[in-house]
């Protein structure tokens, strides 16, 4: 299964759905709900080529660095589950996107 299911179809990294950067950083330092998350990988088809060969291992991304430390699922700034979703169809900007995997650390 694919580290990264991701709707950002027109991320030049992105094919049919799966993420194929080499190593993908989700930022969103203090955030409190998915949409202050964001993929800051994400990469704009409109100004990139399309960039879905994943020079780092045979087949999709699975290097996954997470800077969201109030999400359950962050441990030592890595990510503990086996497959995030990353939202954000036709996003023009990296801060348009969003895992929406986020769950908020129990206070
Ligand atoms: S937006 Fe992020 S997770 Fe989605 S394909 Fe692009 S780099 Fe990968
Ligand atoms: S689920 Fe949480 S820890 Fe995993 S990438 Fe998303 S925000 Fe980061």
Redesign the pocket.
């Known amino acids: 299964m694919a580290k990264?299911d991701?709707?950002?179809t027109n991320?030049?990294?992105?094919k049919t759905g799966?993420?194929?950067?080499n190593c993908?950083d989700?930022a969103g330092s203090s955030a409190r709900r998915d949409l202050d998350t964001c993929?800051?990988?994400?990469?704009n088809k409109l100004h990139y080529a399309t960039l879905t060969d994943n020079v780092l291992s045979a087949g999709s991304?699975d290097c996954l660095k997470c800077t969201v430390e109030t999400c359950t699922y962050n441990q030592n700034r890595l990510c503990t589950l086996e497959t995030i979703q990353?939202a954000?169809d036709h996003?023009e900007y990296?801060t348009q996107?969003a895992c929406v995997s986020f769950r908020p650390q129990d206070r």
Not at 11 to 14: A, D, E, G, R
Not at 18 to 21: G, L, P, Q, S
Not at 39 to 43: H, I, W
């Open positions: 990264i991701c709707q950002v991320c030049s990294h992105n799966v993420c194929y950067a993908v989700i993929c800051g990988s994400f990469l991304c990353v954000g996003a990296h996107t």
